[in-house]
Structures are given as C-alpha cells and as structure tokens.
C-alpha cells in the first residue's frame, strides 16, 4: 500500500513490541517514520533496519518521555510537516498496594503528560487533516490489579475525545486503538505460561492471542484517508474479548 506516501508519521515507543510494528505498517503504507525510542538504541535500529530493508524510510528518536525535558527532547529533530501522531509509549505500573508515589508519578508522566504535551508541541506542525492516534488498553473496561497504569489509559481514551471535537474544524481526527489481550513484552506472562494463553484463547470469541500486526492494521486503518469520518472514537481490538461464554448453553 502506499496510501500515506508523502506523509510523515511519528511513532513513540517504537523500538520494539505494539510501536514497532505499528512504525512498520505505516511506513509499508508510504509514510516516512520517525522511530521514538527512550533508552534501547539497538532495539530501535532494528526497527529502522527492518523498515529500510523493506524500502521504507525511517529514523530513530531517542527521547526519555519520564522525565521533564523529555518532549522538547523529542521535538529537537522533528520538523513541519508531520501529519501522524501515534502516541504508543508507556509503562507498566505495580500492583496498588506496592505502587509508590514516585511510581505513580512515572508512569503517569510517560503515558498521559507526554502524550498530551507531545500532542500540543505537534499541532502546529500538523497540516489540516492529520491523524492523532492515541494507544489506549481493555483495561479501561475490564478490571487489572496495577490500578495506576489502568488510570492511565482512562485519562487516553478522555484525551481523544475532547480532542477530536476541539480539533474538528481543522478537520484533525483524533482515534483511541485500545488492544485487547496481545503478545508483547509488556504481556511477557503469555510467552513464560502457556496454560495462561489457552485461558485467553477461551475468553476471545476469534480464538487466538492477539499479534502486534493487528493492532498496526487497526492503526493505519484510522491513519488512512478512508478514516476521514471516524473521529473521537475509541476502538476496541481485541478480537472478542469477553463477549461471553464461547459454548452454548444447554437448557
């Protein structure tokens, strides 16, 4: 596809996992991606490599969005015109009773205050009719021990959509893709347990874990021109997650 030719995206977090290949697929689409990364630098030129290879283009970023400098860091090296912001980059939280204040801090400061400032910093550079994309997670609808980073991503999927109707009129849309269960190194419990994964499996009415490719489609989905009327919304891609019991019932 090269439906985003001429276009230039930005992808946080993109050194590996959910922003690598999500960096991938939209540079697959003609985009030329500026790879965010915040302290694995060989990681991240590999997803530069694997870009390249393919005949996309891309560079790396390297930005530490938990600290304070962190998203003038970022923007030292990003110039007009960027018309896709994906902000991916997060971390995890510990469980509620081991979470610290000083935890609580970073993980809000790299999975809301970035996002949201790196979003400001972004818009004047952003043509009329770009793309915001915002990464959210289920675990805004079904319940997680680590309450700090499920806050988080509440505060996303609120950011979307005050913002889709601030920015209406320069006709920006702002989407929320919010995965459902998906192998990464965040979900790495689904690599060391697979009893853990065929309990998945039951739960998703598709049958299967679900692939950072397909939450990299979802996204280049709402990054295309054929998502020109979807805004504001936040999107569940999860592949059924918890519609129900998969076996009928006998009565």
């Given at each position: 596809?090269?439906?985003?030719?001429?276009?230039?995206?930005?992808?946080?977090g993109?050194?590996?996992?959910?922003?690598?290949?999500?960096?991938?697929?939209?540079?697959?689409?003609?985009?030329?991606?500026?790879?965010?990364?915040?302290?694995?630098e060989?990681?991240?030129?590999?997803?530069?490599?694997?870009?390249?290879?393919?005949g996309g283009?891309?560079?790396?970023?390297?930005?530490d969005?938990?600290?304070?400098?962190?998203?003038?860091?970022?923007?030292?090296?990003?110039?007009?015109?960027?018309?896709?912001?994906?902000?991916?980059?997060?971390?995890?939280?510990?469980?509620?009773?081991?979470?610290?204040?000083?935890?609580?801090?970073?993980?809000?400061?790299?999975?809301?205050?970035?996002?949201?400032f790196?979003?400001?910093?972004?818009?004047?550079?952003?043509?009329?009719?770009?793309?915001?994309?915002?990464?959210?997670?289920?675990?805004?609808w079904?319940?997680?021990?680590?309450?700090?980073?499920?806050?988080t991503?509440?505060?996303?999927?609120?950011?979307?959509?005050?913002?889709?109707?601030?920015?209406?009129?320069?006709?920006?849309?702002?989407?929320?893709?919010?995965?459902?269960?998906?192998?990464?190194?965040?979900?790495?419990?689904?690599?060391?347990?697979?009893?853990?994964?065929?309990?998945?499996?039951?739960?998703?009415?598709?049958?299967?874990?679900?692939?950072?490719?397909?939450?990299?489609?979802?996204?280049?989905l709402?990054?295309?021109?054929?998502?020109?009327?979807?805004?504001?919304e936040?999107?569940?891609?999860?592949?059924?997650?918890f519609?129900?019991?998969?076996?009928?019932?006998?009565?």
């Open positions: 596809m090269t439906g985003l030719r001429g276009r230039t995206a930005l992808v946080t993109a050194s590996r996992g959910l922003g690598r290949a999500i960096a991938q697929r939209l540079a697959a689409d003609g985009a030329s991606v500026v790879v965010h990364y915040g302290s694995n060989a990681k991240a030129a590999e997803t530069v490599a694997a870009i390249t290879a393919a283009q891309a560079h790396a970023v390297r930005a969005l938990g600290k304070p400098d962190g998203v003038d860091k970022l923007f030292e090296s990003i110039a007009a015109p960027l018309d896709i912001v994906v902000n991916n980059a997060a971390v995890f939280s510990p469980l509620f009773a081991d979470t610290t204040p000083d935890d609580f801090d970073q993980v809000f400061a790299v999975n809301v205050k970035s996002p949201f790196i979003i400001q910093r972004a818009l004047p550079l952003m043509p009329d009719g770009s793309r915001i994309i915002n990464v959210s997670s289920g675990v805004t079904f319940a997680i021990p680590e309450l700090a980073y499920a806050m991503k509440g505060a996303l999927n609120v950011l979307g959509r005050a913002l889709a109707n601030t920015l209406g009129d320069r006709q920006i849309t702002v989407n929320t893709i919010s995965p459902g269960i998906t192998r990464s190194d965040m979900n790495d419990w689904l690599r060391d347990n697979p009893a853990a994964e065929q309990q998945v499996v039951g739960m998703v009415a598709l049958g299967r874990v679900g692939e950072p490719e397909d939450i990299a489609d979802a996204v280049s709402v990054a295309s021109g054929d998502a020109r009327w979807i805004t504001g936040v999107i569940e891609v999860n592949g059924g997650l519609l129900g019991p998969r076996k009928a019932a006998h009565h």
